[in-house]
T-cell receptor, first 116, second 110 residues
């Protein structure tokens, strides 16, 4: 497709369950980002991939969060043993950076995660 | 942590009026970007202004940047109902990371 695609759009899980969120970036985009957005707030950076390499995971809140992009295209964000504070919208974005400077990021519509 | 602060937090105006939103940031930047987010959707890139630029236009949008004051403004002229959304500024400081503000919620009344 032409844009960034995320699935599922909504996910409800019980506390303690594992979840996996998928991101399909724009074809050919080198960079892929994951963000967490709490209600009424701006996005908070989680992690960054350049192709298949995870160059920065400093924003991941705990070791329960894990992201991968094994073939440099689709990415999965996994959260193990979910907690209520994990409830948020998880946004994925891609860009053609670093092929050129000052590149905008293109966002998917996010996955709204609710932990009961 | 969030670097940018948008002001005001919320803005409600009549259709046809101009809307101005401000963004302040803390550290030096390579560029500053404005994004729009409709309810329940992802963010849409509106405009990017580089640190050596002072003003930029795109359609009904006008962005200014004052690096000495570490601030930017977004002006939307002749607002429309479809402009109702949250608007975020994001700064890029020389690496790939965007640092975001908390956003301004804009409501355009018909």
């Amino acid at each position: 497709g032409a844009g960034v695609s995320q699935s599922p759009r909504y996910k409800v899980a019980k506390r303690g369950q594992d979840v996996a969120l998928r991101c399909d970036p724009i074809s050919g985009h080198v960079s892929l980002f994951w963000y967490q957005q709490a209600l009424g707030q701006g996005p908070e950076f989680l992690t960054y991939f350049q192709n298949e390499a995870q160059l920065d995971k400093s924003g991941l809140p705990s070791d329960r969060f894990f992201a991968e992009r094994p073939e440099g295209s689709v990415s999965t964000l996994k959260i193990q043993r979910t907690q209520q504070e994990d409830s948020a919208v998880y946004l994925c974005a891609s860009s053609s950076y670093p092929t050129g400077p000052n590149q905008p990021q293109h966002f998917g519509d996010g996955t709204r995660l609710s932990i009961l | 942590s969030q670097q940018g602060e948008e002001d005001p937090q919320a803005l409600s105006i009549q259709e046809g009026e101009n809307a101005t939103m401000n963004c302040s940031y803390k550290t030096s930047i390579n560029n500053l970007q404005w994004y729009r987010q409709n309810s329940g959707r992802g963010l849409v890139h509106l405009i990017l202004i580089r640190s050596n630029e002072r003003e930029k236009h795109s359609g009904r949008l006008r962005v200014t940047l004052d690096t000495s004051k570490k601030s930017s403004s977004l002006l939307i002229t002749a607002s429309r109902a479809a402009d109702t959304a949250s608007y975020f500024c994001a700064t890029e400081g020389g690496n790939y990371q965007l640092i975001w503000g908390a956003g301004t919620k804009l409501i355009i009344k018909p």
